[in-house]
Nanobody, 127 residues
Framework: QVQLVESGGGLVQAGGSSRLSCAAS????????MGWFRQAPGKEREFVGA????????YSADSAKGRCTISRDNAKNTVYLQMNSLKPEDTAVYYC????????????????????WGQGTQVTVSS
């Protein structure tokens, strides 16, 4: 089992940047594929991006492509979401998620594919 704790959220001006971190407990972090999701007020939680076990493969949602970068440091048990050129519509609670992946290069898009979730961190983008 793994516990996830997000950090790095806060208030950001439009056009600014934010870097979210997700720290995982346990000693087998490299066994987990990771994902980032977000939930805006009044909306369903949606996929932002994902990264495979060793960080060699990432995928971002269309809304995030060109503005968001996902990375991980397995030595620090941490996955990151770097967001640039933030817009007010990026305001949401951001969640990281994890699941064991037997396939090294696989990443996952759907919430139902993930077993573990963090509590979320709020990002508010002011116009």
């Amino acid at each position: 089992q793994v516990q996830l704790v997000e950090s790095g959220g806060g208030l950001v001006q439009a056009g600014g940047s934010s870097r979210l971190s997700c720290a995982a407990s346990g000693r087998t972090f490299s066994s987990y594929a990771m994902g980032w999701f977000r939930q805006a007020p009044g909306k369903e939680r949606e996929f932002v991006g994902a990264i495979n076990r060793n960080g060699g493969t990432t995928y971002s949602a269309d809304s995030a492509k060109g503005r968001c970068t996902i990375s991980r440091d397995n030595a620090k048990n941490t996955v990151y979401l770097q967001m640039n050129s933030l817009k007010p519509e990026d305001t949401a609670v951001y969640y990281c998620a994890a699941r064991v992946s037997e396939q090294l290069y696989r990443f996952y898009f759907y919430q139902s594919e993930y077993s573990y979730w963090g509590q979320g961190t709020q990002v508010t983008v002011s116009s």
